[in-house]
T-cell receptor, first 111, second 113 residues
Framework: RKEVEQDPGPFNVPEGATVAFNCTYSNSASQSFFWYRQDCRKEPKLLMSVYSSGNEDGRFTAQLNRASQYISLLIRDSKLSDSATYLC????????????FGSGTRLLVRP | DAGVIQSPRHEVTEMGQEVTLRCKPISGHNSLFWYRQTMMRGLELLIYFNNNVPIDDSGMPEDRFSAKMPNASFSTLKIQPSEPRDSAVYFCASASRAQETQYFGPGTRLLVL
């Protein structure tokens, strides 16, 4: 079983739609959680950290469920520019530098 | 501010040749990471340096891979000899401290024929 699992998609949605991605992680010792965004043929960039209480950044909301070991990302009012691959990332308590990346969920927002 | 700089951006080589990838981290960052990304395996950490010292190289696939960081502003990842299965995108990332946000460079696309 992979340490971080994501539905690869693609999720194909119209502009303005709300879309949600989930991610599950296998190691209960995971300490920190993030969503990264990767555009086609570009490098990954941090989208947002995920806090236990949930957090919001504009149209983006991230939530963490430690009991079920899953993380979610909600995108409201999706824009064409949101089209990208969204990577779920965790790091472990015993090696705080080591990020474990999911394989990503691809989002396509159509006009 | 300049981000992480990598060179070359693209490299095409033949099996058996030596390949050297270069990285200049963001000035003032003490942590440097080399990653490899493939369709099959996703993004994997190869090696991590802190203050120019290799801390964790458990992700380095085999002895053909080596990495150095002679000073705070430069690191290399070398593959010798290269093989077709080494074809991937290699990213370098840096962070002010190990636990802080990692900033990725644009990557080097390597194709080994």
């Amino acid at each position: 079983r992979k340490e971080v699992e994501q539905d690869p998609g693609p999720f194909n949605v119209p502009e303005g739609a709300t879309v949600a991605f989930n991610c599950t992680y296998s190691n209960s010792a995971s300490q920190s959680f993030f969503w990264y965004r990767q555009d086609c043929r570009k490098e990954p960039k941090l989208l947002m950290s995920v806090y236990s209480s949930g957090n919001e950044d504009g149209r983006f909301t991230a939530q963490l469920n430690r009991a079920s070991q899953y993380i979610s990302l909600l995108i409201r009012d999706s824009k064409l520019s949101d089209s990208a691959t969204y990577l779920c990332v965790v790091n472990m308590r015993d090696s705080s530098y080591k990020l474990i990346f999911g394989s990503g969920t691809r989002l396509l927002v159509r006009p | 501010d300049a981000g992480v700089i990598q060179s070359p951006r693209h490299e095409v080589t033949e099996m058996g040749q030596e390949v050297t990838l270069r990285c200049k981290p963001i000035s003032g960052h003490n942590s440097l990471f080399w990653y490899r990304q493939t369709m099959m395996r996703g993004l994997e950490l190869l090696i991590y340096f802190n203050n120019n010292v290799p801390i964790d190289d458990s992700g380095m696939p085999e002895d053909r891979f080596s990495a150095k960081m002679p000073n705070a502003s430069f690191s290399t990842l070398k593959i010798q000899p290269s093989e077709p299965r080494d074809s991937a995108v290699y990213f370098c990332a840096s962070a002010s401290r190990a636990q802080e946000t990692q900033y990725f460079g644009p990557g080097t696309r390597l194709l080994v024929l």
